[in-house]
């Protein structure tokens, strides 16, 4: 999986990279001999979990699981400016893009700009200024995974929450990471 990964991250420039990521990712999904640990299958209790499982000294970029237990998502949120590639390993996951439309430093407004369901076998990317969005594991019943390469670790990001008025407030947010067994 690592050789795959290093290979997308020397094609160039951000869409290049990207790009060649989300074919990646779709072949090593769609491999029986490649498998995540075993941790990674487990939710956690309120709140859908992050496992960094990689970050490359060589190239920067870092690997990250997240487990979404029924009903689990995000607020919209951004990146924190870096890049990634999302692909999902098991479940259905709601995912929906959002445009800024303007904003006065404090608060943002927001247009839905594209949503989808991903399924098993396929990746996306986000590429800034177009990185806001939500994920959402809408099943009741079971549980999603899904992998996330990121340009470099994440350790923050900025979500935002709606207020009455149609306008967002942004919070500026450190990202946890959850154990890996």
Do not use: K
């Amino acid at each position: 999986m690592l050789a795959a990964i290093d290979a997308a991250i020397a094609a160039g420039d951000d869409h290049a990279v990207t790009s060649a990521l989300r074919g990646a990712m779709c072949a090593l999904i769609r491999d029986p001999e490649v498998e995540l640990p075993a941790c990674v299958h487990t939710p956690v209790e309120g709140h859908y979990a992050r496992r960094e499982l990689y970050r490359s000294a060589e190239h920067g970029y870092s690997i990250v699981a997240m487990t979404w237990g029924p009903g689990q998502g995000t607020p919209i949120h951004d990146h924190d400016g870096l890049w990634c590639v999302e692909g999902i390993w098991r479940g259905t996951l709601e995912i929906a893009q959002y445009e800024l439309l303007e904003s006065d430093d404090t608060r943002f407004r927001f247009r839905a700009a594209s949503g989808m369901q991903a399924g098993v076998g396929s990746a996306g990317s986000l590429i800034p200024p177009h990185e806001y969005h939500t994920i959402r594991n809408a099943s009741a019943d079971t549980i999603a995974v899904s992998l996330h390469v990121y340009q470099a670790p994440i350790v923050h990001c900025a979500r935002f929450r709606l207020e009455r008025d149609g306008w967002y407030l942004r919070q500026e947010d450190a990202l946890a990471v959850d154990t890996v067994d």
